[in-house]
């Protein structure tokens, strides 16, 4: 029979309490849970589709039975096992996507060794063979880096190595080095006369800049412009890395630091990606005292904002 709380938590304030429970659940078979209970000791676990609970809500329960002097009675425990079936969907997608990254460029890797090896080419198309294998290989690499940062950061042995560096440095090597390996965007880089030295950790900015560099071509169609600009004000240094690609949609922009989100859209189910640059990113920014932001418009363009603080590193 329906108690308080399974009242609360099937249908809310009807006045069900003492009604027969099982019409809260008539697509499951009472008659054949009944016959298993008696041939498993009187115990059995099953799903549970409730017909008038919240349709989000994902139920189990947990059905015992035994024999006293007044007949059979029957007890039936109901888990909301919503979060647990919402992280093991999360868990299977995750192993998908990533799966699915990882294949992409190792199919083009083996391709272009095979071509290599089979063919006699002239240098210009073994150097174009090669540097596609090294950009997927990098690609590569960049995955493995995120997803072992996400573990690193989960089970607590992520540490910062900071050195005293010069951000203008690091961020005119990035710069050149996507103008070269993108020759269809136009790169510009603004950095006023200051040359700005801080405590970072060198490999871990390296990878900010890097994926703000790298979404930025990414969700940007060739032919676009990528601005990289250097502001110092009293306390931090600010850099915004600006594109005018196809943008995010104002609903969607809270979510874009979280660990896996993606914006669906057409572009984006054809870039590579998992969805942890940003959420990377963030974390390495905050680990630094600083942080990260962005503005955007659907179509128009985005600009990632981070911001370090000068004396405080
Ligand atoms: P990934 O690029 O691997 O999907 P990120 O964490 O780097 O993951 O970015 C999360 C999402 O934010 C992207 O999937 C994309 O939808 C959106 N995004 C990031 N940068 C840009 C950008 N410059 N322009 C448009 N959308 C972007």
Partial sequence: FVNELAQRALCGNGAMVGEDLRMFFPSSPWPYIRQVLGDNGGFYEFELQPVMSNVETVWRGNITSWTASEGEVYVLVLHDVTER????RMKTEFMSSVSHELKTPLTS???FQELLMERELSRDRQMRCLTIC??????????????????????????LHKSHNSLDDLLTKAVS????????YTFSLVIGDENVALDYDEVLMNQVVDNLLSNAVKYTPAGGHVTVRQKLND?????SVTDDGIGIAREYIPFVF????????SLTRH???????????RHILEEHGGSIWLESQEGKGTTFFFSLPIQAC
């Fill in 85 to 88: 079936v919402r992280v093991e």
């Fill in 109 to 111: 890797i083996i391709g």
């Fill in 134 to 159: 090294h950009d997927e290989s990098k690609r590569l690499l960049h995955l493995i880096e995120d997803i072992l940062m996400v573990a690193r950061l989960e089970n607590g042995s992520f540490h």
């Fill in 177 to 184: 080095n996507y103008a070269e390996r993108y020759p269809s």
């Fill in 235 to 239: 306390k931090h240094v600010v850099v």
């Fill in 258 to 265: 979280e660990k896996f989100y993606r914006v669906y859209n």
């Fill in 271 to 281: 870039t590579g990606g998992v969805g942890l640059g940003l959420a990377n990113a």
